[in-house]
Nanobody, 120 residues
Framework: QVQLVESGGGLVQAGDSLRLSCAASGRTLSIYAMGWFRQAPGKEREFVASISRRGSTVYADSVKGRFTISRDNAKNTLYLQMGSLKPEDTAVYYC??????????????WGQGTQVTVSS
């Protein structure tokens, strides 16, 4: 139905910026919203940000003012521009897509995840 592939993760220093990408394929026109989740070692997977097909955005309080979610329809690609990175942002970041809801703990589709490590 929908396949999601993340890229752009890596090792950066505190205060740096990084942009994650998520390429979507398959039935992309059926996607209502896409977003990002993250999971740090020993932690539950948490919501980071999402964007609906109409462009409305939602951010977790922990990343407001620092992260920006966007999409490129022509490339079927979702982005997460991360700035002012902190060590606590270290996690595996997962791209997600849902056919019905913008905010949900159980998205219809998940990517494989990309590691982001922020050193102090």
């Amino acid at each position: 139905q929908v396949q999601l592939v993340e890229s752009g993760g890596g090792l950066v220093q505190a205060g740096d910026s990084l942009r994650l990408s998520c390429a979507a394929s398959g039935r992309t026109l059926s996607i209502y919203a896409m977003g990002w989740f993250r999971q740090a070692p020993g932690k539950e997977r948490e919501f980071v940000a999402s964007i609906s097909r109409r462009g409305s955005t939602v951010y977790a309080d922990s990343v407001k003012g620092r992260f920006t979610i966007s999409r490129d329809n022509a490339k079927n690609t979702l982005y997460l521009q991360m700035g002012s990175l902190k060590p606590e942002d270290t996690a595996v970041y997962y791209c997600a897509a849902d056919m019905k809801y913008q905010v949900t703990t159980t998205p219809d589709y998940w990517g494989q995840g990309t590691q982001v490590t922020v050193s102090s």
